[in-house]
């Protein structure tokens, strides 16, 4: 489950301006939209480390394709050409591992997340309603999603000096607790974390997210969730009904 609450917040999840997905979201207008975040397209890398009592070392590594503009963030999993997910049942009251499917975040007018899911071999966009946001491990942080650190863990952290960024305008930021690390490599032109270790400080968990920066698509929403308007839309409510 460690892993699986990971997929979910860790990294989330990627944004395009002004972009109506479908008629049942809602219009935001010129000043709901922020136009001061840069967007950002990427791949982000994700790789985690485990040692548990017994001596067994287990590594989990995978990509995500991201994109963040305006009040939208988009992310989605990137699987082997031609994969098929091995859920597909037949049964559409089942859910699928939403985990692994590509998904949208986007922030309202109450500054509140909204969570959508592309279920595109069921064709249908699954609507996961607030109340079923810790059922699927998404903690509704927008800011987070957007920037995949928030400012008030910003704001926890301090400069870490005697480690030099890798990249022009970057810094790397840090914190620990006596048992547990974070650093972070701060891109502060981008308003991004461009790469996040963490772990404990014993040593046997350790995670990292390192961003890959792409062209920023002229069109959005990002071609593989293009054609989400025309799908039918389904409650996540409703899965197991």
């Given amino acids: 489950m460690r892993t699986k609450r990971r997929e979910w917040i860790a990294v989330g999840l990627i944004v395009v301006a002004g972009v109506v997905v479908d008629q049942r979201r809602a219009t935001a207008s010129a000043a709901d939209v922020d136009t001061e975040t840069p967007c950002v397209a990427a791949i982000v890398h994700h790789h985690e480390h485990s040692e548990s009592a017994d001596g067994i070392s287990r590594d989990v590594t995978f990509r995500e394709s991201f994109q963040r503009c305006g009040n939208h963030v988009y992310i989605a999993r990137i699987r082997p050409q031609g994969a098929v997910r091995p859920d597909r049942h037949g049964d559409p009251h089942q859910a699928p591992d939403l985990a692994s499917l590509p998904r949208v975040v986007e922030r309202g007018r109450d500054g509140a997340a909204t969570l959508e899911v592309l279920d595109r071999e069921g064709h249908r966009v ?9 059922t ?3 903690d509704a942080n927008f800011e987070r999603a957007a920037s995949l650190v928030d400012a008030h863990t910003l704001a926890s952290m301090s400069p ?4 030099l960024s890798p990249i022009a305008g970057a810094r790397w930021l ?12 701060w891109d502060d032109a981008r308003k991004i974390a461009r790469a996040i270790e963490s772990g404990s400080l014993a040593g046997d968990v350790k995670d990292s997210v390192r961003l890959e920066l792409e062209p920023v698509p002229l069109n ?4 593989w969730w293009r054609g989400a308007e025309n799908f039918e839309h389904f409650d996540f409510s409703n899965f197991g009904d």
Avoid: A, K, Q
């Fill in 136 to 138: 699927v491990h998404f």
């Fill in 220 to 223: 959005e929403p990002p071609e």
């Fill in 174 to 185: 840090g914190r620990d607790n006596g048992t547990r690390y974070m650093r972070v490599l």
């Fill in 126 to 134: 699954i609507d996961v309603d607030r109340g079923s946001f810790e």
């Fill in 160 to 163: 870490l000096p005697g480690r």
